[in-house]
């Protein structure tokens, strides 16, 4: 079983932490949110071998978050996504889908703020387009 | 400067058996950019956790994928396990591996087929599928499922083989293993293969691990990075594991990594069934995940490592699950290796990441 | 027998499947289900093609690509829904993204269920499929065919086969290119190369 390592850290730290991490050579696992309360909390994963080390902070509605795909590339594909289905907001993504990365029926459908999303939950009629 | 062309490749394309979109920036018959466009089979998979509570959740996750399907209920049910701190009997912890193994003797069959039909070995494509028929056979046997089996729940698997038909099992594969011999070696050593693979879609070492890609695509670039490695779950029985590498960065390393994979999960299935213990299958799982919980594993797949998440709320239905599947990493390194390639090989570089897009976008 | 139905051409699409319908669909086409004995060929152009095997459910993304290859092939064709996610929507039709199955976007003609669904099935349904391809290609000859009604357009893919959403994410890739004159490129080819 992996090692089940979180560190909860401000927005303000986040961009210091994943540079510790590029530095030492860890490389990028995952970048996903979940919701709590009315924010989204988001976790980014590094690894190193076995080692495996989780980062999660809280991010409120409408705050940006700086990207981190300038030092690893292949976030961008993370960032895009979280940004279509809980509307975080990112800073400086290399490849800017501008939130048309998966184009859902339903905007922002994992945001817990997200009307439609409520409806979904309650298995009402899901306002489209 | 030669004008800049934009070329839409799929999402209906004879090569891709799954939807996807790029648009190739080319310039004469050189790609300098190529930007993806998913979102074809989003479907939402991850927030019907919402409304399946997480032992019937199983059955979703195998249907997030046709072909990664034991492995993604087998990395669910191993995350559940690790945020309720279930212990899972050792005999289903084998059971485990042999049919996650034989996913990947499948997996790598039908890849090696779609790869052969991709640069127009039709013969080479039928021959690989009728050898993956009888991996099928053994699925059908023992599950009586073709494709998505529902064997593995959390706490165990559902069902036990007997242990006549694991040494049948065996006895299959060695047979399989004369034929496939045969495949092997038109697949290292055919002039026609080796002329349409040899220098395509190169990937460097640095690059690599810049653009942190994972299984058979990074270990063809010379880095041996496989979960299997750590002795996770049932594989930290195994006496002795080395991961197949290749130093020669291209479309043929992926190809041969990957088929000697194949001969690599035939030797630890053996192992496998020759240790296997007697014993229960399935430990009894009461409760709910606690509020708060987390949990997070990782599991190799037979397109690489696979990321999963689990966050409990107390009920019975989980707060959030998340997949990352191996697909989703390899598409950014994709991508940018697709960069100044010949827009010949574009549909040769794309089969040698082995995408699977339905896993990806869920 | 016409000759249509002696050796009809299949083309394969998966719209959302999980890949588990569509590993079967190539399974029949290879030896131990064979379908080639009928004279079944795999196609990827649907100008070939007669018939249309469609696996998994339908997203709003998928319809207009969907009527737009079903558009592509010349009549008399018949529609196969593969799979039960294809015929209703099947465990995916709860989904926020899921329209349903793949007659919210056109007419089919034969449902294959199965989850997922077994070649044999595939095979059946091929086969009761060049019955309609028959009696298609008699009215056809008869000049009396015509084509079914298509299914009304959800009202969000609606907006997107005015080419709304489709051609915005095409020109915003473009200008992540970094090329601005290409968006002109863009707007005028098509969204979808065969």
New interface residues.
């Given amino acids: ?2 090692p ?1 390592v ?1 560190k909860n850290i401000e927005l303000v730290q986040f961009m210091s932490e994943v540079t510790g991490y590029k530095e030492r050579g860890w ?4 970048l ?1 949110g ?2 709590v309360g009315d924010q989204v909390e988001l ?1 980014c ?1 590094f ?1 190193l ?2 080692q ?1 080390e ?1 980062l999660s902070m809280l991010v409120s509605n409408g705050e940006q978050v700086p990207a981190i795909s300038p030092l ?7 960032e895009n ?1 979280t940004r279509d289905l809980f509307g975080v907001q990112f800073e400086g993504t290399i ?4 939130g ?7 905007p922002t ?2 945001n817990p703020t997200s009307v ?2 409520e409806a ?2 309650k298995g009402e009629e ?1 306002p ?2 | 400067m030669a004008d800049r062309t934009v070329i839409p490749f799929g999402p209906q394309h004879p090569v891709l058996p799954e939807p996807v979109h790029l648009d190739l920036v080319i310039e004469d018959e050189k790609v300098i950019e190529a930007i993806p466009q998913v979102g074809f089979i989003h479907r939402g998979l991850e927030k019907l956790v919402e409304k399946r509570d997480y032992k019937s959740f199983v059955y979703i996750t195998e249907r997030i994928c046709g072909i990664c399907a034991f492995g993604h209920s087998l990395g669910y049910s191993e995350t559940i396990e690790a945020l309720m701190a279930v212990e899972v009997p050792p005999r289903a912890l084998f059971l485990r591996v042999i049919w996650h193994e034989l996913s990947r003797i499948h997996s790598h069959l039908l890849w090696m087929g779609c790869l052969a039909d991709g640069f127009g070995y039709e013969n080479l494509f039928m021959q690989c599928w009728r050898l993956r028929e009888r991996v099928l056979d053994i699925f059908e046997r023992t599950t009586g499922g073709r494709v998505i089996f529902s064997a593995v729940n959390v706490g165990g698997v559902n069902h036990d083989i007997s242990n006549e038909d694991l040494r049948g099992i065996v006895t299959i594969l060695e047979d399989m293993k004369d034929e496939y011999q045969v495949l092997l070696k038109t697949f290292l050593l055919d002039k026609s293969v080796l002329s349409r693979l040899k220098g395509v879609g190169v990937l460097t070492k640095e690059k690599a691990v810049e653009y942190g890609v994972v299984g058979p695509f990074v270990r063809a670039s010379g880095i041996p990075d496989d979960i299997r490695n750590f002795g996770y779950g049932g594989y930290g029985y195994l006496e002795d594991f080395e991961p197949v590498v290749s130093d020669d960065c291209d479309g043929h390393a992926r190809c041969m990594v990957r088929a000697r994979e194949v001969l690599q999960s035939i030797d630890i299935i053996k192992e496998m069934v020759s240790k296997i213990p007697d014993g229960e299958i399935m430990t009894k799982v009461k409760g709910s995940p606690a509020d708060g919980s987390k949990a997070v594993s990782r599991l190799e797949q037979p397109r690489g490592e696979s990321f999963y998440y689990a966050k409990g709320n107390g009920t019975k239905f989980l707060e959030r699950f998340r997949i990352r599947t191996p697909t989703s990493i390899n598409i950014p390194g994709m991508v940018f290796a697709l960069q100044g390639c010949d827009l010949a090989d574009v549909p040769l570089n794309i089969l040698t990441i082995d995408p699977c897009i339905s896993c990806t976008e869920r | 027998m016409s000759a249509v139905s002696k050796s009809p051409w299949v083309l394969h699409y998966d719209a959302s499947s999980c890949n588990g319908c569509d590993i079967e669909v190539l399974a029949a086409l290879t030896p131990l289900y064979d379908v080639e004995r009928f004279g079944i060929i795999n196609t990827g152009n649907p100008k070939h093609a007669d018939v249309f095997l469609i696996t998994g459910s339908v997203n709003e993304l998928q319809v207009p690509i969907i009527r737009q290859l079903y558009e592509q092939m010349l009549e008399p064709k018949v529609v196969v829904a593969c799979g039960i996610c294809a015929c209703t929507g099947g465990v995916f039709k709860e989904c926020y993204n899921t329209l349903g199955g793949v007659d919210v976007a056109i007419p089919v003609d034969v449902y294959a269920p199965g989850c997922a669904v077994r070649p044999e099935t595939i095979i059946d349904a091929v086969v009761a499929g060049l019955g309609v391809l028959e009696e298609k290609s008699a009215l056809l000859k008869k000049g009396e065919l015509v084509s079914p009604e298509m299914p009304p357009l959800p009202s969000a893919a609606d907006k997107m086969v005015q080419g709304e959403r489709v051609s915005d994410t095409w020109k915003n890739n473009i200008a992540a290119a970094g090329e601005a004159p290409l968006a002109s490129v863009a707007a005028t080819s098509s969204t979808e190369e065969q």
């Avoid at chain 1, 690893?72 to 594909?77: C, E, H, I, K, V």
């Avoid at chain 1, 490849?95 to 501008?98: G, K, L, N, R, S």
Wanted: with cysteine; glycine share 4%.
């Fill in positions: 079983m992996d089940q979180y490389r990028f696992v995952n996903c979940s919701s976790l994963s690894a071998d076995n495996l989780n690893y590339p292949s976030a961008f594909f993370f996504e490849i800017d889908f501008a048309r990365f998966y184009p859902t029926s339903v459908p994992m439609e999303a979904w939950g899901v489209r387009g």
